[in-house]
């Protein structure tokens, strides 16, 4: 199974770059066929930012539920994510 991450960036957002470096990253470690994400632009996509109750980037959400509201810690990511992909019927 995989888990499907967003992150919601806007243009010239610094923390968003982090956060779109860190999910390249763990993406990597954890298995880039477990963890699949794409950045979102809140500026072409903004109807779906608000669905899901983006208020600031960056904003993270795994399979399509807003989970973090900013970056957070790698660890308390990495934490998530294997949490999900444990939970995962094999």
């Given amino acids: 199974m995989t888990i499907k991450v967003e992150v919601f960036a806007s243009p010239g957002c610094g923390k968003c770059g982090q956060a779109k470096e860190v999910l390249r990253k763990l993406s990597g470690q954890l298995g880039a066929r477990r963890v699949q994400w794409r950045e979102v632009n809140v500026l072409e996509e903004l109807d779906y930012a608000v669905e899901l109750g983006v208020l600031a ?3 993270i959400a795994i399979d399509g539920v807003l989970v973090f509201t900013g ?3 790698v660890r ?4 998530e ?3 999900r992909l444990a939970a995962q019927p094999t």
């Fill in 71 to 73: 970056l957070p810690p």
């Fill in 57 to 59: 980037t960056p904003a």
């Fill in 76 to 79: 308390k990511l990495r934490g």
């Fill in 81 to 83: 994510l294997e949490r």
